[in-house]
């Protein structure tokens, strides 16, 4: 009997000979009962969208096609890595690790230059004054933060995390940013002797 349809009642169809003779053979083949395979071929069509009048080779070549696309631009990806990351990085390897003759310079060939002597005193006031700016470029960022964090609102969802909204004009934003890169730039290393 057929599992969960015991209870079920059976009723006639009337098919050809032929046909019958087929089903019946195609029934064997599965190992099902006559209304179990019936019922399995119909999921099958419904289920996967297609017609018995369908044929599946157009369907079968495009996704064949599809697939075949899918590994060639996997290959393409691959191959790019391959030669924009991993043979540059394996060259500058394999140059480090050569072993380059080491030529013999002599003290005219670097250019050495006498340093000026400065006092105790210049040098005492070069680093206060660095001191005191780079206090000032952290106080005005320190109050650039406070701003941006009082600026901040909690947005509570209801259907994901919450999260802080900016509240501040697209000028405003601009303004900061400017800063930012000022900041940057004024903090960027000096070469004073």
Known sequence: MDKGYERERFESVS??????????????????????????????????????NEKLGANMTTLENRIKRRINALIAIVKNIEKNEIKPTNAMMQALFQETPI???????????????????????????????????????????????????????????????LEITKEGFE?????????HHHNATEIRR
Not at 132 to 160: P, R, W
């Open 15 to 52: 098919i050809k000979t032929s046909v019958v003779d087929k089903f019946r053979r195609f029934c064997k083949k599965m190992s099902k009962s006559q209304s179990m395979t019936l019922l399995l071929m119909l999921d099958f069509f419904e289920l996967n969208g297609i017609s018995p």
């Open 103 to 165: 030529e013999d310079k002599t003290e005219e060939d670097y250019k050495f230059e006498t340093p000026k002597l400065i006092t105790e005193n210049e040098e005492l006031t070069y680093y206060r004054q660095k001191y005191y700016k780079t206090q000032e470029n952290y106080n005005a960022l320190k109050y650039d933060v406070e701003d941006i964090i009082e600026k901040s609102k909690y947005i509570k969802s209801n259907f994901s995390t919450g999260y802080f909204r």
């Open 175 to 183: 303004q900061l940013k400017e800063k930012l890169k000022d900041v």
